[in-house]
């Protein structure tokens, strides 16, 4: 839980983004600024300039390191059972990834022979890493049997339990790997999916199954300012954030382990009945997260960061948090302690096959077992008055590995003998 | 190549690495099974090296065994002679084992070229003389491929002047479904060999006038209609035959002018000589040709076999890179069977939608199958397209 006291508003930008170094993600190049004495007008680094290391021991780059702005998301299907293609695939991923982190290109943009067909595209040159981060996970069928890698399975890897409230589209559902590419430039980060993409047909192992571009993170990191979802509200107000939580909410530390440092990553398409909500009362709005949406205050307190009062009453005895408010029903007091890392993404395609804006919330949890969003995700489902306004369209469970060590790749104790 | 392409063109510095690589010189690399063994290290050093622990080796079989040891920027190494390519792995990445080729080398100046290293190429000198020479073999390899390759194009447009003059018959009878049927037979033969026979511009008119390109006249499509030169060819037939389902004075004019202009390709393209990247580079535009024509529904907008198209782009396809298979074997066995395995991946796809009594012999692409199919064709037609785009470069550059 976050009070009032670890509010983040001393800080200068400079200070909350050192202090997320220190949380755990890995800054490779800090502060040009600081070493040239230069100030830049935020007394930040040039932000095409910012860069997280891809290799190193830990967890993967791109959950506990911060959001940035956006997003774009990709999951794979294996074409075929040979634990060798999904190495190759693997290693070629990881090594690209481990440039693009850098800044760099995947190779030459225009070879010395000019018949050549070159893997890199080019689109991201002279924009710097941007801060990208990609991360890769892997689903459950990585771990069948056919696959023969049965005996390496992370423990609570599975499909994720039908949830009710559940409109599943298989199109845009399941895969057995998944890319996370975020940056502060959505050039940057969609030149790595396509790149990563290109790879998979390149070496055969993998084609796309779906692919989501987020924009406006809609959640915030250690020391990062809450966003404000599509419907208007910040999100995210009661993240984890601390190097504590983080060991105990987000990074495996049981099994195998090579395991630990892994995390399990759900990633679930929410639509947003955008034209509906719209027309909604605001204090309805205010019922509906049991927050007021211009301070971000719990409907029992002044600012932000007030604790929720969830045995509050008003006048006619009614809880003031109603029974079925999204801060109520998602909070850890009332879940056994449960929390998850949100790291999710607005999103829109643009218009649906009806006409209404087809937008959402892209959404991103990071948990030690999946078991812990299904728990929340089963209570908001049932009756979260939300409801009204959302459907789950798009879901998947990947296991994320942890990082690779240079001169290695994402996964690679999965080839190791037995 | 055309001129500019050559024009572009930079020259390989031949010894560029010399002074990077300047040291002691090598003894010749050691003889084990029968092959001179020389070992090749990928590393991340000084942006990125190729080194290998021998600089040359004695005439023979010679096997490179390639390790990435920590070059995330190098995935593919490539031994040249000149601009040919000898041999090559790819998917190299820090972290996999070991990967090797085996080549025969005559006596002689060769490089090792590793994209995306600082220091991109590396000198390799073969001494003495092999007794096979292994590179004659695959240009003859190739110049046989592309011979028969051209006996294939000439029988396919004779065929496709036979099949439009039946078409043509069965217009001129009135005849809506033999005509129908009529036009289903005539389509394959030209979606099987279009990017070969596409190019020609009757004399006198200027390249960018329609109405003097004769693939316009014979394939012109709803969706690039110019207004200025109107309906021509197959597919104004088709709209008449499929849309109305009305045999009108005008449609026996379409019919009748389309067996002009077929018979006139048929002249036209007779004697075409074609090199080896023009089977690869053809075959890489028939399977465009599936993404954006077919795939889309956009090329039988009224007759909706758009599937007997796609199954014929790829017969097409499969075609040339049946032809260069032989030499490509030679050059780089690995991408010339997965190449190789992937048209019989969609092949077998395609076997799904056959329907024997449709039009054409496949399924009606129609709206519904669209929608529930599109992005499953396009998928498999990509994982063939990707190692397909290579190969004209590894055979332009073999021959």
């Not at chain 1, 055969?204 to 959640?219: I, K």
């Not at chain 1, 090579?258 to 027309?279: A, F, K, L, P, S």
């Not at chain 2, 033999?178 to 190019?199: L, N, S, T």
Request: glycine content about 10%; aromatic content about 8%.
């Amino acid at each position: 839980m976050r009070g009032q006291d670890d509010k983040p508003a001393g800080l200068s930008r400079r200070g909350l983004f050192l202090g997320a170094a220190a949380l755990g993600g890995t800054i490779a190049a800090a502060g040009q600024a600081a070493e040239t004495g230069k100030v830049a007008p935020d007394a930040m680094p040039d932000p095409d300039q910012r860069r997280y290391a891809f290799y190193g021991t830990g967890p993967q780059a791109g959950i506990a390191t911060p959001p940035q702005q956006h997003l774009m998301a990709m999951a794979f299907d294996l074409t075929g059972t040979d634990p060798r293609a999904l190495q190759v695939l693997l290693a070629r991923w990881s090594a690209s990834i481990g440039l693009m982190m850098e800044g760099q290109p995947v190779g030459p943009a225009e070879p010395d022979r000019d018949t050549a067909t070159a893997l890199e595209t080019g689109e991201a040159l002279g924009l710097g890493p941007a801060g990208l981060t990609v991360t890769v996970g892997l689903g459950p069928r990585v771990f069948s049997k056919e696959m023969g890698l049965a005996a390496k399975a992370p423990p609570h890897l599975r499909p994720l339990v039908d949830l009710p409230s559940d409109a599943l589209r298989p199109e845009i559902s399941g895969g057995d790997l998944s890319l996370q590419a975020c940056a502060d430039d959505p050039q940057v980060a969609y030149h790595a999916v396509r790149i990563l993409a290109r790879i998979a047909k390149r070496t055969g192992a993998a084609t796309v199954r779906w692919t989501q571009l987020g924009f406006g993170r809609a959640s915030a990191g250690a020391g990062q300012e809450t966003p404000r979802n599509l419907f208007g509200y910040r999100d995210g107000t009661r993240n984890i954030t601390t190097p504590g939580q983080f060991a105990q909410h987000v990074w495996v530390n049981d099994g195998p382990e090579w395991q630990h440092g892994g995390t399990y990553q759900v990633m679930r398409r929410i639509e947003m009945h955008i034209e509906n909500w719209d027309n909604a009362q605001v204090s309805h709005q205010n019922d509906v997260f049991g927050r007021h949406k211009l301070t971000g205050a719990p409907l029992t307190g002044e600012n932000e960061f007030d604790t929720p009062d969830f045995k509050a009453k008003n006048a006619e005895g009614e809880p003031v948090i109603p029974t079925h408010a999204h801060i109520r029903l998602s909070a850890h007091e009332t879940n056994d302690g449960i929390r998850i890392l949100r790291r999710g993404y607005n999103f829109t395609g643009g218009l649906n096959a009806v006409g209404r804006l087809d937008a959402g919330l892209f959404f991103i949890s990071y948990q030690n077992d999946p078991a812990h969003f299904e728990a929340l995700q089963r209570r908001l489902g049932a009756s979260d008055l939300l409801n009204e306004y959302i459907s789950h369209t798009g879901s998947g469970l990947f296991w994320v590995p942890p990082a690779a060590p240079k001169g290695s790749y994402i996964g690679a104790p999965l080839f190791a003998a037995v | 190549m055309n001129m500019s392409s050559r024009a572009r063109r930079r020259a390989i510095p031949l010894l560029a690495a010399s002074a990077f690589f300047a040291q002691p010189a090598l003894a010749d690399a050691p003889t084990n099974n029968g092959a001179a063994q020389v070992a090749i290290t990928l590393t991340g050093d000084n942006g990125g090296a190729c080194v290998l622990d021998h600089d040359s080796a004695a005439a023979g079989p010679i096997t490179f065994t390639v390790t990435n040891e920590s070059a995330p920027a190098i995935s593919e190494l490539e031994l040249l002679s000149d601009s040919r390519i000898l041999g090559e792995k790819e998917n190299l990445a820090p972290g996999l084992p070991a990967s090797s080729f085996t080549v025969t080398l005559d006596g002689g100046d060769y490089r090792i070229y590793c994209p995306g290293a600082a220091e991109d190429t590396v000198a390799f000198t073969v001494t003495g003389e092999s007794k096979q020479r292994a590179q004659s073999a695959i240009g003859d390899l190739l110049d046989e491929g592309t011979a028969g390759y051209a006996n294939y194009v000439e029988g396919m447009v004779g065929a496709m002047v036979t099949a439009s003059e039946r078409l043509a018959a069965k217009v001129d009878e009135g005849d809506v479904e033999g005509a129908k049927a009529a036009y289903a037979q005539a389509r394959p033969f030209y979606e099987r060999i279009e990017p070969d026979v596409e190019g020609f511009v009757l004399p006198g008119t200027d390249p960018t006038d329609n109405s003097g390109n004769l693939d316009y006249l014979i394939d012109m499509r709803a969706s690039n209609l110019d207004p200025a030169v109107g309906w021509h060819g197959f597919h104004a037939v088709e709209r008449d035959l499929f849309e109305s389902g009305e045999i009108t004075d005008e449609t026996k004019a379409y019919a009748a002018e389309l067996v002009k202009n077929v018979k006139m390709l048929a002249d036209l393209s007779g004697g075409i000589e074609y090199r080896p990247e023009d089977l690869a580079n053809g075959a890489a535009a028939l399977l465009e040709e599936v993404q954006s024509g077919k795939i889309s529904g956009e090329e039988e907008a009224y007759s909706h076999i758009d599937l007997v198209d796609f199954a014929a782009n790829i017969e097409g396809a499969h075609q040339a890179f049946a032809f260069l298979e032989p030499g490509l074997k030679r050059i780089d066995p690995d991408v010339a069977e997965t190449i190789a395995q992937r048209f019989a991946d969609v092949q077998t796809m395609l076997e799904d939608y056959r329907d024997p009594d449709a039009l054409g012999g496949y399924k009606i692409y129609d709206a519904e199958l669209r929608k529930s199919d599109a992005v499953k064709l396009s998928r498999a037609i990509q994982m063939l397209q990707e190692p397909l785009s290579r190969i004209a470069e590894k055979v332009a550059t073999a021959s």
